[in-house]
């Protein structure tokens, strides 16, 4: 059977058709939600994957995702807690990402939040290719290149926390994927095109199951997406992601 993946989508959101096209492509059934919907539910059990996708959740008016994880605390805290007790996956792109920090899913799963994404310190927003480390071989990554590319596009997107969690993140292997250069360095800005911490463009929980990230891996399904295709061809590298979580179901 064809694992089900919930997409969540709000007012502001505006990745969540692409997002849904690349669970589907992967052979997952999915179900794209309105907040408002799910209210009426209050419960993930019919899901085995959970995405965030990206855009604006209500304008960012209080800072980026943090109206919409205000929402899902109030709403779904115990129902999230089950889903990832359960062994589900929960997948948090750009907005997401913002989102699950501030909740508190990421880093621990416990509801405190610990790190945040904030102004990119070039003070504007920040539309490009990025060279991407990947640092562990959790779900969602696994089987991807050392380095990859992905498009980044936000304003807010500067990983900061302080430096005993930061430096507990590093210690458990949760740094999921840096910026680098083309030589698969650390670097600074553009290559690190918000100036985060350590480079770090996402990060999971322990266990390897919640994975978020700044960069749209759904915007990375086809070749001809990259756009240098028609003279250096690079594997679709988003396809990946949402292939090992279809397979992580398939084969579990």
């Known amino acids: 059977m064809k694992p089900k993946a919930l997409i969540i989508r709000t007012a502001g959101t505006n990745c969540d058709k692409e997002t849904e096209f690349a669970f589907q492509s992967a052979g997952a059934e999915t179900s794209l939600f309105h907040i408002n919907y799910l209210k009426q539910r209050s419960d993930f059990s019919d899901f085995q994957i959970v995405c965030i996708p990206g855009g604006f959740s209500y304008g960012d008016d209080l800072g980026a995702g943090k109206i919409l994880s205000l929402e899902l605390i109030s709403w779904f805290k115990d129902a999230l807690k089950q889903f990832i007790d359960k062994g589900g996956l929960i997948l948090g792109i750009c907005n997401g990402f913002q989102v699950l920090v501030k909740t508190g899913i990421l880093p621990d799963k416990d509801f405190q939040q610990k790190v945040t994404l904030t102004d990119n310190d070039s003070g504007r927003f920040e539309d490009r290719w990025v060279y991407l480390k990947v640092e562990n071989e959790g779900v969602w990554l696994k089987g991807l290149d050392e380095k990859i590319v992905l498009p980044v596009a936000h304003g807010e997107g500067k990983f ?10 590093e210690a458990n292997r949760q740094v999921a994927l840096r910026y680098v250069d083309v030589s698969q360095k650390m670097a600074g800005y553009p290559f690190n095109p918000n100036g985060s911490m350590k480079n770090i463009a996402g990060i999971t929980d322990a266990t390897g199951r919640v994975l978020g990230l700044m ?10 997406h990259w756009p240098f295709w028609s003279r250096n061809e690079l594997f679709p590298f988003g396809c990946t992601f949402f292939k090992n979580a279809v397979n992580y179901f398939k084969q579990g």
């Open 160 to 169: 900061y926390t302080e430096s005993g969690i930061l430096d507990r993140i």
């Open 215 to 224: 960069p749209h891996p759904e915007r990375f399904m086809f070749k001809h």
